[in-house]
T-cell receptor
């Protein structure tokens, strides 16, 4: 089944404890992206990757890192999480950048205390 | 002012009604997306448009590039259509950036 998977789905952590949210797709898509969703602010793009080893900042990259060493995986790294990174995170992929339908993962709900 | 504006923010309809959700944008785009987010949180892509009109079942999406406006129509609405509908645009230049509207929360009552 074609899908985008994220792990973990739920995470409660403490300020400053490094964490990684994994994202994997099995559709051989070139483009992958991370978004966060907050009440009243909607969805905002964190980082995106147009292919292996190619990543770029979205609108809200501060406090996050990403890597794209393989085509299928695009992990989101929070080196030192803070409470303002409490949010619902979505990973998505599409065949290529730009004008293509996006496939979203199920979301990861992160709480930083 | 947001680059992508949706209206209305909230919409309540009776089952069977025709529904229209609007999206206006102020930037040049290469494509516009309509997304649906169900109460459980998952997001699915409904349409991707760069011109004209697309139809899928009871859903119709249109875009007017000159007016920088898109509409999502739902015919014969049903309670299962209750969801948040989100408009998003790819900027021109075929970049990887996606800009989202704030979403429209639709409730369809039986």
């Amino acid at each position: 089944e074609a899908q985008v998977t994220q792990n973990p789905r739920y995470l409660i952590t403490v300020t400053g404890k490094k964490l990684t949210v994994t994202c994997s797709q099995n559709m051989n898509h070139e483009y992958m992206s991370w978004y966060r969703q907050d009440p009243g602010l909607g969805l905002r793009q964190i980082y995106y990757s147009m292919n292996v080893e190619v990543t770029d900042k979205g609108d809200v990259p501060e406090g996050y890192k990403v890597s794209r060493k393989e085509k299928r995986n695009f992990p989101l790294i929070l080196e030192s999480p803070s409470p303002n990174q409490t949010s619902l995170y979505f990973c998505a992929s599409s065949p290529r950048r730009g004008s293509y339908e996006q496939y979203f993962g199920p979301g990861t709900r992160l709480t930083v205390t | 002012k947001n680059e992508v504006e949706q209206s209305p923010q909230n919409l309540t309809a009776q089952e069977g009604e025709f529904i229209t959700i609007n999206c206006s944008y102020s930037v040049g785009i290469s494509a516009l997306h309509w997304l649906q987010q169900h109460p459980g949180g998952g997001i699915v892509s409904l349409f991707m448009l760069s011109s004209g009109k697309k139809k899928h079942g009871r859903l119709i999406a249109t875009i007017n590039i000159q007016e920088k406006h898109s509409s999502l129509h739902i015919t014969a609405s049903h309670p299962r259509d209750s969801a948040v509908y989100i408009c998003a645009v790819n900027g021109s230049g075929n970049t990887g950036k996606l800009i989202f509207g704030q979403g429209t929360t639709l409730q369809v009552k039986p």
